[in-house]
């Protein structure tokens, strides 16, 4: 064999040991962990917002499950694969500290809180300038269902409401004047509970007369006004208002826990709050 057939072998050689290494390495970088993330609806726009750079980051798919918290719960408690718990209501995530498959190391944190606001439906149909204007005859309400967290919150709002406008007194008056005795519970006036906040918002953005007004949170209402919603929203004061927390947690069955671990350590570092503060968190 000559010379000339040598170094041709060889640079064929070299050709092929390299394709090799390529499509090897293709393959490694293709096969991407796979991060199943429950979080609860209110949360599904700012989760989105981060989750390509952590993908980025860390070489990982997540995969974004988003519902009612209880409907989460129900889910993890049945073994549907999941690697971190994100609920609107930390009683979820505390619940799972003693029901199987628990939380890793039996810990959750509360990251957050959301207050409640109102949505009002495009153009304002019921003519509504205030909380106690739900309670006017003809006004559409509709809520979260009490057993989401979003109905739970909005159901305690309305009982304070009742026991601090409710009780028919010529003398009750709010110091700020524009609230009056409520003479009737806005309860009367809820055509529907819907399956999650996102449904609330859904109806009373739809502007076809089903819905005039809903209780949503504060978030909701921040990423409508930044997408510029034909919608508008109302602030429930302070002292009837509902401050709900949210709790997170790494589901005890992951099989990524380092790195479920590392998605929940996010949200509890500075540019996690920031970024939570930024879509109407921590309200």
Known sequence: MNTKNIAIILLVMMITATIIVCVAHTK??????????????????????????????????????????????????????????????????NQLLTNDPKLLNDRYENFTTNSLQIILAPGNPGNITSIADLANPSVKVVLAAPSVPAGSYAKATIWKIDSTWGTPNSSQYVSSGIYEKFNATIYQNIVSYENSVEQVVGKV???????????????????????????????????????????????????????????????????????????????
């Open 205 to 283: 953005s739809l502007g076809v007369g089903t819905a005039d007004a809903g209780i949503i949170f504060v978030s909701d209402g921040t990423y409508g006004t930044s997408t510029g919603t034909q919608v508008t929203f109302l602030e429930i004061p302070a002292e009837v208002n509902t401050r709900g927390t949210y709790g997170i947690g790494v589901v005890g069955s992951t099989q990524h826990p380092e790195l479920a671990q590392k998605f929940m350590d996010y949200w509890l570092s500075e540019v996690g709050q920031k970024l939570l503060t930024e879509y109407g968190f921590n309200s």
């Open 28 to 93: 490694t970088n293709s096969k991407q962990t796979e991060l199943r993330v429950f979080i609860a609806s209110s949360l599904i726009h700012v989760t989105e917002d981060m989750k390509t750079e952590f993908e980025k980051d860390n070489n990982v798919k997540i995969i974004l499950n988003s519902d009612a918290s209880s409907t989460l719960y129900t889910q993890i408690t049945s073994r549907v694969p999941a690697d971190v718990f994100m609920s609107a209501d930390q009683k979820w995530t």
